[in-house]
């Protein structure tokens, strides 16, 4: 991977070839903010289910309640924050915002000790990933060439993901030594969380998003992102998210199976992300010459071949490591994947309010996803629910397909 001295998209006279390695400073800065960031979520998100299940006692259901909250809440605010960075063309002040929330959330963890202030602790937390997360790809939309875009999202999301793979470790390593220390855990994210954030304010570029056009109206923003395009992988999107199930709900069907050790639930979001980290890159070059589109459907393919392999009774080190890649291969294939296809459909200047509208979907499809699997385990057990959630999944993915056929192509 080489750094870009220029945080531009290549001009028409600039040979593609030249630049085809490149990736633009803002994106590898954006990326660093991103890693410290989930090195501090992760580690937190690593031992809430067992946390929440086993230290403070709540229910699969209340859990599910509250991982849909994990996953959900943010959609409150992820067109807040798109609108925003759109309107005034200073993303990364809001982006800023969002992270300064998250991180503050961490240590309000240490005083949570019932379902009400958990659940409160998540909200605030989701919340300011919501309002950073559109700001943010705006600003590596707008730094990135148009054909490198899956590129340049693929190295941030490798980024993000190695951090989110080192966060895991953390918590394990501090459990290791500090068994049932969960408070050790929610102190150190809160330090690396502020450390991601003075990054971003001290070091990424304030990059004026489309810059050279007339400051647009909101109405002006959200009617440009709202094209025929737009609308048909918004639908997609949505219909393969609420049947897309809560990791933290795989990880404890994986420990329910195999009866493995509380400190070794860690690692399983490790296996997870370093199958993404090792894929996002890859991935996404590969999305740049077949089609985003394409990628998306294919990486919930992998999401199914994940459930297939979680349902089975027999259990073992390699079918939770081939659950594990198969998982990490379907983040690689669709989360930097599906920003990089939305920001190709709408004009410039509503680039982040349209990234916003396809994220406010898939976390609104996942929070529902989260209370029904978890409804549906506690009422008909564990290989039910995911087979239950496996066949749905079968049939909604040739239906994506359909729904996003030729959407890049068309003009």
């Not at 909101?218 to 094209?227: D, H, I």
């Amino acid at each position: 991977m080489y750094v870009s001295v220029r945080d531009r998209p290549a001009g028409p006279d600039e040979a593609p070839g030249r630049r085809s390695r490149r990736v633009a400073t803002t994106v590898v800065l954006l990326g660093v903010v991103s890693l410290l960031t989930d090195v501090s979520s992760e580690m937190v998100s690593a031992v809430l289910p067992l946390y929440l299940t086993a230290e403070i006692g709540i229910g699969l259901l209340a859990y599910g309640f509250v991982d849909g909250v994990y996953q959900g809440v943010s959609a409150f605010v992820r067109i807040l924050g798109g609108v925003a960075g759109d309107r005034g063309r200073r993303p990364k002040w809001v982006a800023a915002l969002g992270y300064g929330i998250s991180a503050v959330s961490r240590p309000l963890m240490l005083a949570a000790n019932g379902m009400a202030a958990v659940t409160a602790v998540v909200t605030a937390d989701r919340l300011g990933k919501g309002l950073r997360t559109a700001p943010r790809d705006a600003l590596i939309a707008d730094a990135s060439p148009p054909g490198a875009l899956g590129r340049s999202f693929g190295v941030h999301r490798a980024l993000d993901t190695l951090g989110a793979a080192i966060g895991p470790i953390a918590a394990f390593a501090l459990l290791a030594a500090l068994p049932r220390a969960y408070d050790a855990v929610f102190v150190v994210s809160f330090a690396v969380a502020l450390v991601g954030l003075a990054v971003l304010v001290l070091f990424v570029p304030d990059r004026r998003v489309g810059a050279g056009t007339a400051r647009p109206a909101v109405r002006e923003v959200l009617r440009a992102a709202a094209g025929p395009r737009l609308r048909r992988t918004l639908l997609a999107a949505g219909l393969l998210g609420v049947l897309t199930v809560g990791d933290g709900f795989l990880y404890l069907s994986l420990q329910h199976r195999d009866d493995f050790a509380a400190m070794l639930f860690p690692l399983l979001y490790v296996g997870t992300n370093v199958a993404y980290l090792a894929l996002a890159v890859p991935l996404g070059r590969l999305a740049d010459r077949i089609g985003r589109a394409r990628m998306l459907v294919a990486g919930h393919v992998a999401l199914l071949l994940a459930y297939l392999c979680a349902t089975g009774s027999a259990g073992g080190p390699v079918w939770t490591v081939l659950t594990l890649v198969l998982l990490g291969t379907f983040y690689a294939a669709s989360d930097g994947v599906l920003a990089a296809l939305v920001s190709r459909l709408v004009p410039a200047h509503a680039k982040g309010t349209g990234i916003a509208a396809a994220q406010t979907v898939v976390v609104l499809a996942r929070f529902a996803s989260s209370v029904a699997f978890g409804a549906l385990w506690v009422a008909a057990g564990r290989q039910p629910a995911l087979l239950g959630f496996a066949v749905a999944l079968a049939l909604a993915i040739p239906a994506a397909g359909w729904l996003l056929r030729r959407v890049e192509e068309e003009r």
